[in-house]
């Protein structure tokens, strides 16, 4: 049930099956199966990034071919552009706040759900269980027009803001197993050596969870570096442009420079597939735990 | 009195070291409960207040909003005065185009099911073994899932041009047969969208079946092979039945991920040539007739009717078949 638990299971297992009898008649059939899959995973990955190496009469004269000879003007053009880097930047800024926000306050509501003994507890998470159902697409009309009396259109915050809000039920769903499963024997321990529910939940119960904070911060940050329909309602003025906005106009601005548009393509999905190679355990395990909880 | 009793509160885990009193009622756990049910609540207040403020306000509000201004003609600024009563839904649920979107969100909802759902598990079925690089290989195929749509969109709508990269590789590889217009066409574009879709989201749907083979335990599998059963026979009857609760939950999200439907079509499309191609999707719609158009009121009503549509098919789905793996965990509550 526990996502900790689950996790734990896991280990002892998969040693146990390293050791077995290492061949099976499958195998080839196996691998031949997975490179398929990948293949067919990564070719339109690769189409684009090596798409930003080639030339426009490359990409014309042979539309399927592969760069020959290699250019690298389109992405160091990229690279030079300030569009680029404001846009950037201000993904950048978006999902920090909303990460940091999704964070904090589902690790706290979280925490209530999961420890404390309450009437109202079980509605608690009814009203936030009921949120996975209504994804930010369809709320976004009316969710305009509150950013919009909030002050906040054309501004950064009025994209960060609404994606705390809309992240916070997929955060709860996750955390709350995994507070739950933090032992009662700790917490009683540790209100004997003194420490408050309050302080319980700082030093013990975050520290615990941290796999579920790490999963949780990482689909934050990722959710919001490829949001595009928050973005296209609130911001209005290029300067304020995040990454997947800037992507659309630059593609229909430049759309027969179709060289251009690769390489500002793929230079705008790097940081997301950085920050998913460097935690993909997290998400994975995270999953896991999510189905089980 | 609740103010005082905060600032005791805050005073007190601030200092880190609790006083003596503090201590021993923290040690009996009777005496605590009945002087710190004030602070108890306090606790809880301030845990919860500030999500639940957030959520409510921008997640709840909006929709109740969406219900208040769909009765009114509005652009969008000031106080709505137009009041039309139900037109805005009753042109909604006349519109051919409405009825268009619903059929191409319907269509979206069935064909991700069946063509995502086998494949993944068949997948995952194969996947689930004692196999070099496992966890590359999950890794790697999740890729399509990271990227955003905007990013698959852009790269796919060139990659299906009739000069693109995909009708290029078919010629080279004697299949130009098979070359097609792979966006405009009527009818293939629908089709051209579900392998994008299937493409971005297999991935996701594979990792979750592994993560739920994985929780079955192997002794399981064993004993029925010792028992004589083939690899599909365990496959088939204990695999299979037993991945059922991942399945189940993997195409509700599949179903409610399916009517969302937006970023995908708006950028491949847009949507005057979505409605044209047969794509468009109840969000396309309602950004159309809505934002683009600059009728708000109407915006807000479509809002409505797609997040009726999407409350009928989750509860219909939580009530018909989710109901025994979540045992009323989305309408009932913790259990």
Same mark, same amino acid.
């Given at each position: 049930?526990?996502?900790?638990?689950?996790?734990?299971?896991?280990?002892?297992?998969?040693?146990?099956?390293?050791?077995?009898?290492?061949?099976?008649?499958?195998?080839?059939?196996?691998?031949?199966?997975?490179?398929?899959?990948?293949?067919?995973?990564?070719?339109?990955?690769?189409?684009?990034?090596?798409?930003?190496?080639?030339?426009?009469?490359?990409?014309?004269?042979?539309?399927?071919?592969?760069?020959?000879?290699?250019?690298?003007?389109?992405?160091?053009?990229?690279?030079?552009?300030?569009?680029?880097?404001?846009?950037?930047?201000?993904?950048?800024?978006?999902?920090?706040?909303?990460?940091? @926000? #999704?964070?904090?306050?589902?690790?706290?509501? *979280?925490?209530?759900? $999961? /420890?404390?003994?309450?009437?109202?507890?079980?509605? =608690?998470?009814?009203?936030?269980?009921?949120?996975?159902?209504?994804?930010?697409?369809?709320?976004?009309?009316?969710?305009?027009?509150?950013?919009?009396?909030?002050?906040?259109?054309?501004?950064?915050?009025?994209?960060?803001?609404?994606?705390?809000?809309?992240?916070?039920?997929?955060?709860?769903?996750?955390?709350?197993?995994?507070?739950?499963?933090?032992?009662?024997?700790?917490?009683?321990?540790?209100?004997?050596?003194?420490?408050?529910?309050?302080?319980?939940?700082?030093?013990?119960?975050?520290?615990?969870?941290?796999?579920?904070?790490?999963?949780?911060?990482?689909?934050?940050?990722?959710?919001?570096?490829?949001?595009?329909?928050?973005?296209?309602?609130?911001?209005?003025?290029?300067?304020?442009?995040?990454?997947?906005? @800037? #992507?659309?106009?630059?593609?229909?601005?430049? *759309?027969?420079?179709? $060289? /251009?548009?690769?390489?500002?393509?793929?230079?705008? =999905?790097?940081?997301?597939?950085?920050?998913?190679?460097?935690?993909?355990?997290?998400?994975?395990?995270?999953?896991?735990?999510?189905?089980?909880? | 009195?609740?103010?005082?009793?905060?600032?005791?509160?805050?005073?007190?885990?601030?200092?880190?070291?609790?006083?003596?009193?503090?201590?021993?009622?923290?040690?009996?756990?009777?005496?605590?409960?009945?002087?710190?049910?004030?602070?108890?609540?306090?606790?809880?207040?301030?845990?919860?207040?500030?999500?639940?403020?957030?959520?409510?306000?921008?997640?709840?509000?909006?929709?109740?909003?969406?219900?208040?201004?769909?009765?009114?003609?509005?652009?969008?600024?000031?106080?709505?005065?137009?009041?039309?009563?139900?037109?805005?839904?009753?042109?909604?649920?006349?519109?051919?185009?409405?009825?268009?979107?619903?059929?191409?969100?319907?269509?979206?909802?069935?064909?991700?099911?069946?063509?995502?759902?086998?494949?993944?598990?068949?997948?995952?079925?194969?996947?689930?073994?004692?196999?070099?690089?496992?966890?590359?290989?999950?890794?790697?195929?999740?890729?399509?899932?990271?990227?955003?749509?905007?990013?698959?969109?852009?790269?796919?709508?060139?990659?299906?041009?009739?000069?693109?990269?995909?009708?290029?590789?078919?010629?080279?590889?004697?299949?130009?047969?098979?070359?097609?217009?792979?966006?405009?066409?009527?009818?293939?574009?629908?089709?051209?969208?579900?392998?994008?879709?299937?493409?971005?989201?297999?991935?996701?749907?594979?990792?979750?079946?592994?993560?739920?083979?994985?929780?079955?335990?192997?002794?399981?599998?064993?004993?029925?092979?010792?028992?004589?059963?083939?690899?599909?026979?365990?496959?088939?009857?204990?695999?299979?039945?037993?991945?059922?609760?991942?399945?189940?939950?993997?195409?509700?999200?599949?179903?409610?991920?399916?009517?969302?439907?937006?970023?995908?079509?708006?950028?491949?499309?847009?949507?005057?040539?979505?409605?044209?191609?047969?794509?468009?999707?109840?969000?396309?719609?309602?950004?159309?007739?809505?934002?683009?158009?600059?009728?708000?009121?109407?915006?807000?009503?479509?809002?409505?009717?797609?997040?009726?549509?999407?409350?009928?098919?989750?509860?219909?789905?939580?009530?018909?078949?989710?109901?025994?793996?979540?045992?009323?965990?989305?309408?009932?509550?913790?259990?």
């Amino acid at each position: 049930m526990s996502a900790t638990t689950a996790s734990a299971r896991l280990a002892p297992a998969r040693s146990a099956r390293r050791r077995d009898k290492p061949q099976k008649w499958g195998n080839p059939f196996v691998y031949l199966v997975a490179l398929l899959l990948i293949s067919g995973s990564l070719a339109p990955v690769v189409y684009i990034v090596l798409g930003g190496f080639r030339t426009n009469s490359q990409i014309t004269t042979s539309p399927a071919g592969l760069p020959n000879p290699w250019v690298s003007s389109h992405y160091i053009d990229v690279l030079n552009s300030v569009t680029f880097w404001g846009e950037f930047g201000n993904s950048t800024i978006v999902a920090t706040v909303s990460t940091i @926000g #999704v964070v904090l306050l589902g690790v706290m509501v *979280s925490y209530v759900i $999961a /420890r404390y003994d309450f009437k109202l507890k079980g509605a =608690m998470y009814s009203l936030f269980a009921a949120g996975l159902m209504f994804p930010l697409v369809i709320a976004i009309t009316p969710l305009y027009i509150v950013i919009k009396d909030l002050g906040l259109v054309d501004n950064l915050l009025g994209v960060a803001i609404p994606q705390i809000a809309f992240g916070l039920p997929t955060t709860v769903i996750i955390l709350v197993p995994f507070l739950r499963a933090i032992p009662k024997d700790i917490e009683e321990a540790a209100a004997i050596d003194g420490a408050s529910r309050l302080g319980f939940f700082f030093r013990m119960a975050v520290p615990l969870s941290l796999p579920g904070v790490v999963t949780v911060a990482i689909l934050a940050f990722i959710g919001s570096w490829n949001n595009f329909v928050l973005p296209l309602y609130v911001l209005n003025s290029q300067a304020n442009y995040t990454l997947p906005l @800037g #992507v659309q106009q630059f593609a229909s601005q430049y *759309s027969t420079d179709t $060289a /251009r548009v690769l390489a500002f393509t793929s230079l705008s =999905m790097l940081p997301a597939l950085l920050f998913f190679a460097v935690f993909q355990r997290r998400i994975v395990g995270g999953l896991t735990g999510a189905v089980k909880g | 009195m609740s103010n005082t009793l905060g600032a005791t509160v805050i005073g007190r885990s601030r200092l880190g070291k609790p006083q003596a009193g503090d201590a021993a009622s923290a040690a009996s756990p009777a005496p605590r409960k009945r002087r710190g049910r004030g602070r108890l609540r306090l606790e809880i207040a301030l845990l919860s207040g500030p999500a639940i403020i957030i959520f409510v306000g921008l997640v709840i509000f909006p929709v109740v909003l969406a219900a208040y201004y769909g009765f009114y003609r509005w652009q969008g600024y000031g106080v709505p005065t137009d009041w039309v009563g139900l037109k805005n839904y009753q042109l909604i649920l006349t519109d051919p185009d409405f009825h268009q979107v619903l059929l191409h969100n319907g269509l979206i909802v069935v064909l991700s099911l069946v063509l995502q759902g086998p494949l993944a598990i068949l997948l995952a079925l194969l996947l689930n073994q004692k196999i070099r690089g496992r966890s590359m290989i999950r890794v790697l195929i999740f890729v399509p899932f990271i990227i955003s749509e905007v990013i698959v969109g852009t790269g796919w709508s060139l990659l299906l041009q009739t000069t693109g990269a995909v009708n290029d590789a078919l010629h080279h590889i004697g299949l130009g047969f098979l070359a097609a217009d792979w966006l405009a066409d009527p009818n293939r574009a629908l089709w051209s969208l579900m392998g994008i879709i299937t493409w971005k989201y297999i991935g996701f749907a594979v990792i979750l079946m592994l993560a739920g083979l994985q929780s079955i335990p192997d002794e399981l599998g064993e004993a029925a092979r010792i028992d004589g059963a083939s690899y599909w026979q365990v496959q088939r009857h204990i695999m299979l039945p037993l991945l059922g609760p991942t399945i189940r939950i993997w195409a509700f999200l599949s179903i409610i991920g399916s009517l969302q439907l937006f970023d995908l079509v708006y950028i491949i499309w847009g949507q005057y040539i979505s409605s044209t191609a047969g794509t468009s999707t109840m969000a396309t719609y309602m950004v159309h007739n809505g934002r683009d158009a600059g009728n708000y009121g109407y915006g807000n009503a479509v809002a409505v009717v797609m997040f009726l549509v999407s409350l009928i098919v989750a509860l219909t789905y939580q009530r018909l078949i989710l109901r025994r793996d979540m045992r009323g965990a989305v309408t009932q509550g913790v259990t």
